[in-house]
């Protein structure tokens, strides 16, 4: 499938002569929902703001839906609708006049029925004649998600969508990225909660200190990068793993008090009741097991740290 | 160029979206927007009008009290356009939400469309009102209505574009009072508003002629009563070069995104 977003050998050094974005390749498939993962600083905000045209890159290509960002940028930008990280909103405007001016503003005819739907959606019909400045946060935040989709975008990006935001908003702001996903639009979003990445993307970035380091699949990278272990504890400590096992991936810990098997769930030949017979026939008890599964933040902390 | 960017050739739903924004802006401000010069153009009127010009009978063949109406005008109509355009595009800079305006499909036209079209209509509505509070005051004649409002048009437009050059270089709030405070407050009194620059001793009429100034509220007041300090062409250039100067301002600006972007 053609990429809808497709970003190639993308840099940018800000004035200051730090330098944001080191060569960044990237493609966005159609429809799915992309989650770019970082720790803070390390260029997510410029990527994005340099696909929305907030940013002027310092070299390298971006296509929007085929269009260049700066040559065609009408195209490109129009096809676009972007939620940023700051609740940066007007302050004495109406919520109806604020989502009918970024409708606006992005070319589209005047549809208030098209608004009010989005208002609906969001719960913010019943304060569609309320000005800014009188709403919560929590409202400001949905406010910034009716302007953006607004203008019916293909692509929308959420700039860390849920900092900061109740659980209640935080539900509902899920439940519409999976409708809007339905409805065809590619979504792309960071965060800092990786368990919300996990639970929600189709596939995952790791960017760190301005470099793509992992782009992949969700599942395919947890089977990938996540471990599944299972730990014994021997009642007899071994000196070395018996030849009989020499096919499984063993290995010896605790000074031959722990045997930790490092396994995958689909490999029938190998599961868990096969190695606890071997184990028994072999005559090696153990007094206590215990499994554990490597998390995407697990995965993230390693692929982070690897780095340093 | 693919045709989903040929249809948007002009945004012209930007525009207007902008335009509107803004005029519903001044439309919460009322007060401000139009009381407030309407009552200190009446002060002008009772302190220069009546207290000082009863004292002074004529300039050029002209009442005094009359005469001062076009620069008075003028006056309303340069601080009113450089304040309304330059809050208007420092305001979201201010708050943030520019990241809106820098992410929609707009050209930078466009925006200049919105944001000086709105402070200029403005500027020319205040100008208007104000003519017409004077009418209470004195006899007004106006002998070319055209090259009256098109002075009118054209000063507003000017001064609205370098108030949007101000918006943008503009970091803070002071600045933004900065050059209006001064730089075009003392040139505007010392511009001819309240007096024929042929009232000054001969060196300082001389000085007087580097004040820019001086050639737009001249342009204006020969359209109510075709006396002039300097020729109406000369005005008229004047007018129209500064026009130019502040276009590619804006232009340069646009193109480097200065204070715009990074």
């Known amino acids: 499938m053609s990429p809808v977003i497709s970003i190639s050998n993308l840099t940018k050094t800000y004035a200051s002569g730090l330098q944001a974005l080191k060569s960044i390749d990237l493609e966005i498939r159609k429809g799915e929902i992309f989650a770019l993962l970082g720790p803070n600083g390390a260029g997510k905000t410029t990527l994005i703001s340099i696909v929305c045209g907030i940013v002027t890159p310092t070299s390298g290509v971006v296509l929007v839906d085929g269009h260049d960002i700066l040559r065609e940028y009408r195209a490109a930008r129009s096809k676009i609708g972007l939620v940023p990280q700051e609740l940066t909103t007007d302050m004495f405007e109406t919520v109806w006049a604020t989502a009918n001016f970024s409708r606006g503003l992005f070319g589209r005819a005047p549809n208030p029925a098209h608004i009010e739907k989005v208002l609906r959606d969001l719960s913010l019909w019943e304060k569609r004649d309320d000005k800014i400045m009188t709403l919560s946060g929590g409202m400001k935040r949905r406010v910034l998600i009716a302007k953006a989709l607004s203008h019916e975008p293909d692509i929308l990006f959420l700039d860390e969508p849920t900092a900061g935001v109740d659980v209640e908003l935080r539900r509902d702001m899920w439940a519409l990225v999976r409708r809007m996903r339905e409805g065809g639009v590619t979504i792309i979003l960071t965060t800092h909660y990786i368990d919300e990445a996990e639970e929600m993307a189709d596939r995952i970035g790791v960017i760190h200190k301005g470099e793509l380091i992992v782009v992949e699949e969700k599942i395919k990278l947890m089977e990938k990068l996540g471990k599944k272990q299972l730990t014994l504890s021997l009642l007899e400590p071994l000196a070395s793993i018996p030849l009989e096992l020499s096919d499984w991936r063993l290995a010896l810990k605790a000074a031959g008090h722990e045997l930790e098997y490092t396994f995958d769930t689909n490999d029938e030949r190998r599961d868990i009741p096969t190695l606890l017979k071997r184990l028994s026939d072999l005559g090696i008890g153990f007094k206590d097991l215990n499994t554990n599964q490597s998390s995407l933040e697990d995965i993230f902390v390693s692929l982070v740290s690897d780095r340093k | ?262």
């Open chain 2, 1 to 262: 160029m693919s045709s989903a960017a040929n249809t948007l050739a002009f945004n012209r739903y930007a525009v207007w979206a902008i335009y509107r924004f803004e005029m519903a802006r001044a439309g919460r401000t009322l007060l401000q927007s139009l009381v407030t010069p309407v009552i200190t153009t009446s002060l002008y009127f009772v302190v220069f009008g009546a207290a000082i010009g009863s004292r002074i009978t004529e300039v050029d063949g002209v009442a005094y009290g009359a005469f001062i109406v076009p620069g008075l005008i003028m006056l309303s109509l340069f601080t009113e356009s450089i304040s309304n355009a330059s809050f208007g595009i420092y305001f979201p800079k201010f708050t943030g939400t520019i990241y809106e305006l820098l992410s929609a499909p707009v050209s930078y036209l466009e925006i200049v469309i919105g944001y000086v079209g709105a402070a200029a209509t403005k500027s020319i509505i205040l100008g208007l009102i104000i003519l017409a509070t004077a009418t209470l005051f004195v006899p007004i004649k106006i002998l070319h209505p055209g090259w009256m409002i098109a002075f009118l048009v054209l000063t507003a437009t000017t001064f609205s574009l370098f108030g949007f050059i101000i918006g943008i270089w503009a970091k803070g709030f002071e600045q933004l009072q900065f050059i209006p405070m001064l730089v075009i407050t003392p040139l505007t009194f010392l511009g001819g508003v309240f007096y024929s620059i042929d009232m000054l001793p001969a060196a300082w009429r001389t000085v007087t002629l580097f004040n820019p100034v001086v050639y737009l509220i001249s342009g204006f007041r020969w359209s109510f009563y075709e006396s002039a300090d300097v020729s109406v062409g000369v005005s008229l250039a004047m007018t129209l070069g500064f026009f130019a100067i502040c276009l590619m301002v804006v232009g340069w600006i646009f193109k480097t995104g200065y204070r715009l972007k990074n």
